[in-house]
């Protein structure tokens, strides 16, 4: 089956830094590489996405980056607010198909 | 605009029992993908519509099926309840040419006992 792992379940960062949250995937077929965040007792949301054919996209205050060489996928938070806390999941899209991981939890602390 | 809505928010059945979950995706989107997310694990694909069919299924059996309605509305039906279902059932939404860019419901807890 497919494998969609993170590097590190639970990440603190201090309000007004950068955060990293890292994902390993398997799937060198898959064709998007999704980020979504998940607050407590909500369903997820969608982020940012990125082709598998680009290394990089930016969005409002966070940047994917993707490297394909190592199967590698990171998510950029820059000036991290407290409304960042949340639990954050990547997820591969091979065709018609959906994977996602386990997530990271993201604290800020004020 | 009104986000994806899912009822009920919450089930409780018994084992052996049927289950049916219902979503209303985002007005103008016509696929509909329904998760499950157990406790502690991430979420797992089950199925996925379009324009009233059945595109692709996750690794689950049979006893999960759906279907999607000509108004783009789906339901989720769960036979034969195991206790091993108990979890929350997530469905999303989005354009059919944006699968990527799912947008979630809050999810129905379904617990089995």
């Known amino acids: 089956g497919e494998s969609v792992g993170l590097h590190l379940p639970t990440l603190s960062v201090q309000e007004g830094d950068n955060s990293i949250i890292n994902c390993a995937y398997s799937?060198?077929?898959?064709?998007?590489f999704i980020w979504y965040k998940q607050e407590s007792g909500k369903g997820p949301q969608f982020i940012i996405d990125?082709?598998?054919?680009?290394d990089k996209r930016q969005g409002q205050r966070v940047t994917v980056l993707l490297n394909k060489t190592v199967k590698h996928l990171s998510l950029q938070i820059a000036a991290t607010q407290p409304g960042d806390s949340a639990v954050y999941f990547c997820?591969?899209?091979?065709?018609?198909?959906?994977?996602f991981g386990t997530g990271t939890s993201l604290t800020v602390i004020p | 605009e009104a986000g994806v809505t899912q009822s009920p928010t919450h089930l409780i059945k018994t084992r052996g029992q049927q289950a049916t979950l219902r979503c209303s995706p985002i007005?103008?989107?016509?696929?509909v993908y329904w998760y499950q997310q157990a406790l502690g694990l991430g979420l797992q694909f089950l199925l996925w519509?379009?324009?009233?069919?059945?595109?692709n299924r996750g690794n689950f059996p049979p006893r999960f099926s759906g279907r999607q309605f000509p108004n783009y509305s789906s339901e989720l039906n769960v036979n034969a309840l195991e206790l091993e279902d108990s979890a929350l059932y997530l469905c999303?939404?989005?354009?059919?040419?944006?699968?990527?860019?799912?947008?979630f419901g809050p999810g129905t807890r379904l617990t089995v006992t």
């Open positions: 999303a939404s989005s354009l059919w040419y944006r699968g990527s860019e799912q947008y």
């Open positions: 799937n060198s077929a898959s064709d998007y």
């Open positions: 990125i082709r598998s054919n680009m």
């Open positions: 997820a591969e899209r091979p065709g018609n198909q959906f994977y």
């Open positions: 007005s103008g989107h016509t696929s």
């Open positions: 519509y379009d324009e009233g069919e059945e595109r």
